[in-house]
């Protein structure tokens, strides 16, 4: 039987492993550990290959957002609109700054948020929202702008899924006030280990991240405000940098993979490939099908040996973290009928025509 992975990091390191094991000795041989130059290149290397003025390398996705949240001025009593249908961080970090998650339904084709239901969750204390650019496919930006120009609202993109993604030409990461990337090594650029990274084409709100990152610190042991230890390590810059050269060639991999997919599944009752927009170039992150009989595929899926994962199978809104916001089963239905429906299927550049041919038998039965 053919061996199908979920995702293969060993095998993508070998594939670059003279280039990662010498940046990381280089690294090593220095002793500088912490920022330095190894993450100011990489800070500016993705705000280049994203379009963005500044880049801030911090600890991980969470931080990410958490700090550009912070940044933006969101305060206690504040309420910040985003999607149920995501990671749980995108919507946890608000909390963290007694702000709150409100959450707008999504589109039932792409399960990004609806830009109209956006508009129906905005009130006078609204000040921010967080699109997720889910799965690697942009969010309907144009409207999300035009709502937040119309309410004065700061945009915090969700790029953790979406680096190399585009909406009408424009990378995902410079379409809003602040973007938040994650580097956990899962992602379509992943670290060996933690990692994240905000960009920002504003000097203000670049200058208040960096210096929120490392304990509010303007000048050496000077502190302007409280802030925290968000850094991100020379090491893990050194690995991204390298990998951050073969990015448009393994999103492209994912792309050649998810078009042979969807091919094959086109036409199969009961399973609905995902939908990519016209104006999005989609990179993959998960490849997410919808499947009516979602048990009855999983069943087929196991007993074939093929990998797969639920992303997500509880809307945030129903998660017991959420339960004092009080919202009840059935107040966000598509983000509800897509947690019921969804399933990714292993999707890497590294894999091979086989492989994809055994996950494709074990979906069709
Ligand atoms: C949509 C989304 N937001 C935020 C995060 C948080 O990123 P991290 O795990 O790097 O903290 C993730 C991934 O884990 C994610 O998928």
């Known amino acids: 039987m053919t061996k199908v992975e979920f995702l293969d990091l060993p095998a993508q390191y070998q594939s670059i492993k003279p280039e990662i094991d010498a940046a990381m000795a280089a690294v090593v041989s220095t002793g500088g550990f912490v920022l330095g130059k190894t993450v100011a290149d990489f800070e500016q290397s993705v705000a280049k290959y994203a379009g963005a003025k500044y880049g801030i390398g911090v600890n991980s996705g969470t931080d990410a957002l958490y700090l550009s949240l912070k940044a933006a001025g969101v305060k206690p009593g504040d309420e910040v609109i985003t999607t149920p249908f995501t990671f749980i961080a995108t919507a946890e970090v608000v909390c963290w700054l007694n702000a709150k998650p409100v959450f707008a339904d999504i589109r039932p084709d792409t399960l990004n948020l ?45 790029c953790a899924q979406s680096l190399g993604a585009s909406y009408r030409g424009r990378q995902t990461g410079s379409l809003g006030h602040l973007a938040a990337f994650s580097f956990y090594p899962t992602k379509n650029l992943g670290a060996y280990g933690d990692g994240g990274l905000v960009l920002t084409d504003d000097e203000a709100l670049y200058n208040e991240v960096r210096m929120l990152r490392q304990h509010g610190q303007d000048k050496k042991y000077h502190h302007a405000k409280l802030g925290m230890n968000s850094r991100l390590d020379a090491l893990q810059a050194a690995v991204l940098s390298v990998k951050l050269k073969y990015l448009d060639k393994w999103n492209q991999k994912r792309r050649e993979l998810a078009a042979r997919y969807t091919a094959a599944f086109s036409g199969l009752a009961g399973i609905t490939p995902p939908v990519a ?11 997410t099908i919808r499947a009516r009989d979602r048990g009855a595929l999983e069943e087929r899926l196991a007993k074939r040996g093929i990998p797969y994962a639920i992303h997500y199978p509880i809307a945030l809104h129903l998660q017991p973290a959420f339960e004092f916001l009080n919202l009840k089963e059935g107040c966000l239905p598509e983000a509800e009928l897509a947690a019921r429906e969804v399933l990714s299927l292993p999707i890497y550049p590294e894999m091979s025509e086989e492989q994809q041919d055994a996950v494709i038998a074990a979906v069709k039965g």
């Not at 830009?115 to 921010?128: L, N």
């Not at 927009?277 to 490849?287: E, F, G």
């Open 114 to 158: 609806d830009p109209k239901k956006i508009e129906a969750a905005i009130t006078p204390r609204t000040k921010a929202v967080i699109p997720v650019h889910l799965y690697g496919q942009a969010a309907e930006m144009d409207q999300i702008k035009a709502l937040a120009q119309k309410h004065n609202l700061k945009i915090i993109e969700d």
């Open 277 to 287: 927009l016209d104006h999005n170039v989609h990179i993959y992150h998960q490849y």
